[in-house]
T-cell receptor, first 114, second 112 residues
């Protein structure tokens, strides 16, 4: 158990819908990362927050947004969903933004868009 | 963007066999990390190699960083079904951000 909690574990929805994925980081970790894993693209970095502020952005679509709340949990919002958005979405956390060597991943949310 | 190529993409072997997987790039890295992702779980950091030519061992796993710090290999001796998973490499992130840029990975299946 990494200490990073993601909910829900599975999510099935339809095209055009909007979903919210939730992540609770490890206790004491201030930095949260979101990743998307698909068969064709592999594991790709989406976005990073540190103590409530956006720190780095990767290949995140404009239809996707994220935020980190004062209690440090984070949400990833996916809207106008398309079939191609079906993927595993991982949240990860670390103590500080540069602590790349100690990033802990959750078990992921499997999103299926039908 | 530092492009990492991992090979082979897939590997299916019998328990007890040895194997080597590779992580190559045209870029020089200050350090490189290896992760293992088991089915249904997120990636877990196995090791960070820092010095060119460095060899690190983790039980039956041997990690090597190339002399020029452009490539790395992971050798598994006497593979076991518990070694099954996706092996990913990634450069250690810059200090100001922890974002990881992964290779496509090698999917290893060890059959009993």
């Amino acid at each position: 158990d990494s200490g990073v909690t993601q909910t829900p574990k599975h999510l099935i929805t339809a095209t055009g819908q909007r979903v919210t994925l939730r992540c609770s980081p490890r206790s004491g970790d201030l930095s949260v990362y979101w990743y998307q894993q698909s068969l064709d693209q592999g594991l790709q970095f989406l976005i990073q927050y540190y103590n409530g502020e956006e720190r780095a952005k990767g290949n995140i679509l404009e239809r996707f947004s994220a935020q980190q709340f004062p209690d440090l949990h984070s949400e990833l919002n996916l809207s106008s969903l398309e079939l191609g958005d079906s993927a595993l979405y991982f949240c990860a956390s670390s103590v500080d933004p540069g602590d790349g060597g100690r990033v802990f991943f959750g078990s992921g949310t499997q999103l299926s868009v039908l | 963007t530092q492009l990492l190529e991992q090979s082979p993409q897939f590997l299916s072997i019998q328990e007890g066999e040895n194997l080597t997987v590779y992580c190559n790039s045209s870029s020089v890295f200050s350090s490189l990390q290896w992760y293992r992702q088991e089915p249904g779980e997120g990636p877990v950091l196995l090791v960070t190699v820092v010095t060119g030519g460095e060899v690190k061992k983790l039980k039956r796993l041997t990690f090597q960083f190339g002399d020029a710090r452009k490539d790395s290999s992971l050798h598994i001796t006497a593979a076991q079904p518990g070694d099954t998973g996706l092996y990913l490499c990634a450069p250690e992130p810059p200090e100001h951000t922890g974002k990881l840029i992964f290779g496509q990975g090698t999917t290893l299946q060890v059959k009993p």
